[in-house]
């Protein structure tokens, strides 16, 4: 009997404190980029996004190491997702007993890890096979 290898690790990151939309501008620059230049990328980049997601990236990358064993060199960004979450919602005083409300929208960013030299390995069991 076959058995299939696990070749993907992600991290979720929930709740964060900024709008989905300008996460995901950060979120399609580095989709589908190698690990190392996708750090390279996140540390440049002007955006305030860049931070949790930078962080996401490492944990992921951390994770992919402690659980399948796998090299950095090895790993690449198979999917990067982020969506929408709660509204916080506050009110804010204003002139005359009047309150203001504020909105600070939050979302969850999901960043997924493969590892390329061990898909390889899959494919080449199959062939085997």
């Given at each position: 009997m076959l058995q299939r290898r696990k070749t993907e690790v992600y991290a979720i990151g929930q709740h964060?404190?900024?709008?989905?939309?300008?996460?995901?501008?950060?979120?399609?620059?580095?989709?589908?980029?190698?690990?190392?230049?996708?750090?390279?990328?996140?540390?440049?980049?002007?955006?305030?996004?860049?931070?949790?997601?930078?962080?996401?990236?490492?944990?992921?990358?951390?994770?992919?190491?402690?659980?399948?064993?796998?090299?950095?060199?090895?790993?690449?960004?198979?999917?990067?997702?982020?969506?929408?979450?709660?509204?916080?919602?506050?009110?804010?005083?204003?002139?005359?007993?009047?309150?203001?409300?504020?909105?600070?929208?939050t979302c969850h960013i999901a960043i997924v890890v493969k590892d390329i030299s061990l898909s390889e390995?899959?494919?080449?069991?199959?062939?085997?096979?």
């Amino acid at each position: 009997m076959l058995q299939r290898r696990k070749t993907e690790v992600y991290a979720i990151g929930q709740h964060i404190s900024m709008s989905a939309h300008k996460a995901r501008r950060v979120i399609d620059q580095i989709r589908g980029r190698s690990y190392e230049e996708t750090l390279m990328i996140l540390e440049l980049m002007p955006y305030r996004a860049c931070y949790p997601i930078f962080k996401l990236v490492y944990s992921a990358a951390a994770n992919a190491s402690y659980n399948l064993g796998s090299n950095e060199t090895n790993l690449i960004i198979s999917k990067a997702e982020v969506n929408e979450s709660t509204t916080v919602k506050k009110l804010k005083p204003r002139a005359k007993g009047r309150s203001y409300p504020i909105k600070r929208p939050t979302c969850h960013i999901a960043i997924v890890v493969k590892d390329i030299s061990l898909s390889e390995y899959i494919k080449k069991d199959y062939l085997a096979w």
